[in-house]
C-alpha cells in the first residue's frame, strides 16, 4: 500500500497550489480521501474530505471558499486545489485514504510555504 503526495513548494501570499495524492495497492476508488496539514510546531489538523463516490465535500472552516478537493478514481489520485493561499496555510499536507474503522492509510505529506 502506497500514498504519495506530490505538488508542495514554495509560493507567495495570493498564489495557487494543487496537490495530488496517488494511492496504490489497494482500491482507490472504495476510500474515503482526506487531506490534513500539521504547521511547525502545531498538531496536525484536518482540512477536507470527500467520499469514495466523489460527492459531499466538505472543508475546515479555515479554508472553506479557498481550498477544493477532488478525486479521479480513473487515476487513483486525489487533488487539492489550493486558491488565495496566505501564511497561514503554510505546513506539511497530508493525505489520508480511509474505509470504515480498520482500514486507514496515510502518504509521506508534501511541504508547502506560503512567504513573502
Known amino acids: 500500500v502506497q500514498l504519495v503526495e506530490s505538488g508542495g513548494g514554495l509560493v507567495q501570499p495570493g498564489d495557487s497550489l494543487k496537490l495530488s495524492c496517488t494511492g496504490s495497492g489497494f482500491p482507490f476508488h472504495a476510500f474515503q480521501m482526506s487531506w490534513f496539514r500539521q504547521a511547525p510546531g502545531k498538531a496536525r489538523e484536518w482540512v477536507a474530505d470527500?467520499?469514495?463516490?466523489?460527492?459531499?465535500?466538505t472543508y475546515h472552516l479555515a479554508v472553506e471558499g479557498r481550498f477544493t478537493i477532488s478525486r479521479d478514481n480513473a487515476k487513483n489520485t486525489a487533488y487539492l486545489h489550493m486558491n488565495n493561499l496566505k501564511v497561514d496555510d503554510t505546513a506539511v499536507y497530508y493525505c489520508r485514504a480511509q474505509s470504515g474503522l480498520s482500514r486507514t492509510y496515510w502518504g509521506q505529506g508534501t511541504e508547502v510555504t506560503v512567504s513573502s
Open positions: 470527500i467520499r469514495n463516490t466523489g460527492t459531499n465535500p
